[in-house]
């Protein structure tokens, strides 16, 4: 009685699975989507999703490793509006 226990599991690994974080993806209509970088402009990008955690979600269609994902203010963003990359 009154003893707690932090547990935590891994219930599947995929490897080379591409993930972002959770709050980079959008609710578009019944689809989902996300904001790349393209030639400096945000672009919205229709994905389809796997398996997703508290804090990130996998991308099984739409998206490739090496692209740039905007997270900061994606709720903001418009298709085509100018965006400065931060590091």
Same mark, same amino acid.
């Given at each position: 009685p009154g003893m707690v226990a932090k547990v935590e599991l891994?219930?599947?690994?995929i490897?080379?699975?591409?993930?972002?974080?959770?709050?980079?993806v959008r609710p578009q209509?019944?689809?989902?989507a996300v904001f790349v970088v393209e030639a400096g402009k945000a672009k919205l990008r229709l994905v389809k999703t796997g398996l997703e955690s508290l804090e990130?979600?996998?991308v099984v269609?739409? *998206?490739k490793a090496e692209e740039? =994902?905007?997270t900061a203010s994606a709720g903001? *963003?418009?298709?085509?509006?100018? =965006?400065?990359?931060?590091?």
């Open positions: 891994q219930l599947a690994k490897d080379q699975a591409v993930t972002v974080p959770l709050a980079a209509g019944k689809e989902r990130w979600i996998q269609e739409g *998206l740039r =994902v905007i903001t *963003l418009a298709d085509g509006i100018a =965006v400065r990359m931060s590091q």
